[in-house]
């Protein structure tokens, strides 16, 4: 266990950060941030910040001693990094999560492997290797780089097999996976924290809504279409935490079709998609990922109250923080980024 007043050493300095710190905070430890951009949105609520590169060997030793557990805030942190704190300091969650949600091709079949059905896929090692899966999986169909995308990023739409040669050029001739296009009603997550010795709290799950790649909302309940699917999506969600041996937060996406849960992706770490349970719940997913790398029991996942629906304050959107605080039933989150760019995730808003 890990007691209160204990520093927590956060790989990553975003907006996810910033939120475990503030949680973490309120409970009375510590936080220490590593990374190497110059805004830290993480650093500006965090008791001590290192800026350097998570290559860079001293400056991880000198993290390593002055904290007592580390996690991290986004999964692409080169695993070598983590392997070298894990000799000194616990790593929460482990190198094994990260290795399986870094590569798009383990982790669908690594997925797959546990009886979860992920959208069907080919991997795509070379432009010929492309070829050969869209004669597999046909057309409309996802082109995705296997390491390194997010948000809508390092992915492509196929709509004909004539776009091969400008598709993959656009992922930049990376290895990639493709995937058939899925027919679906509705997407949805599953968020859970899972503690050292096993325990399991699941939040309900939301309706999230895209565009352009990027969340736009989420909102609980979901409708009956999704809860109808929610149970088997949970069950795969806990058979990935303890196969991977997982502490902390754990999240996997769906789509829901008529042959039941499609798996998308998982994301070993805090998710966009459990934002609203900062005031729709009564322990948030930052509470719960910190309590969970700490040794502590897990919080309660029920809702605070019966509707809570959160959306994403993109670019432009953030000048929109009058209006919104004017609304009894908002919660304003803003991130401290200084540059307002479209598409950015610059805060967020939850109403009950």
């Avoid at 692409?76 to 399986?100: F, K, W």
């Avoid at 997010?150 to 996976?177: C, H, M, N, T, W």
């Amino acid at each position: 266990m890990i007691e209160p007043g204990s520093t927590i050493g956060i790989l990553g300095g975003g907006q996810l950060g910033r939120m475990l710190a503030l949680s973490a905070a309120s409970m009375g430890y510590r936080v220490h941030v590593l990374a190497p951009e110059a805004e830290l949105p993480a650093g500006d609520v965090a008791a001590q910040v290192t800026r350097a590169e998570y290559g860079d060997l001293a400056a991880l030793d000198r993290f390593a001693a002055s904290v007592d557990v580390v996690t991290f805030e986004f999964e692409n942190v080169d695993t070598l990094a983590i392997r070298h704190l894990a000799a000194q300091v616990p790593v929460r969650p482990g190198v094994a999560s990260l290795e399986v949600a870094q590569d798009r091709l383990a982790e669908k079949t690594f997925v797959a492997g546990l009886g979860g059905r992920p959208t069907p896929f080919r991997a795509v090692d070379d432009r010929h290797g492309l070829d050969a899966a869209l004669a597999d999986l046909g057309c409309p169909a996802v082109l995705k780089t296997r390491r390194f995308g997010y948000d809508g990023k390092g992915q492509v739409r196929l709509r004909s097999p004539d776009e091969a040669d400008a598709a993959f050029a656009a992922i930049g001739g990376q290895p990639a996976v493709l995937e058939a296009w899925v027919t679906y009603s509705h997407e949805f997550s599953v968020v859970l924290a899972r503690g050292a010795t096993g325990d399991i709290a699941v939040w309900p799950v939301p309706h999230n809504v895209h565009v352009a790649g990027v969340l736009d909302t989420s909102q609980v309940p979901a409708p009956a279409e999704i809860l109808a699917q929610a149970a088997e999506a949970e069950a795969l969600a806990r058979r990935v935490a303890d196969a991977l041996g997982h502490v902390g937060v754990l999240t996997l996406e769906f789509f829901a079709t008529a042959d039941g849960p499609c798996f998308n992706e998982m994301a070993p770490r805090v998710h966009n998609s459990g934002h609203w349970t900062i005031e729709g719940a009564r322990a948030s997913q930052f509470e719960n990922h910190i309590r969970a790398i700490c040794g502590l029991p897990l919080g309660s996942t029920e809702m605070t109250a019966p509707s809570v629906l959160m959306r994403n304050l993109l670019g432009d959107d953030v000048h929109d923080w009058h209006q919104i605080l004017a609304d009894a039933r908002a919660h304003l989150h803003l991130y401290g980024k200084s540059a307002v760019k479209p598409g950015r995730k610059m805060g967020h808003v939850t109403w009950l």
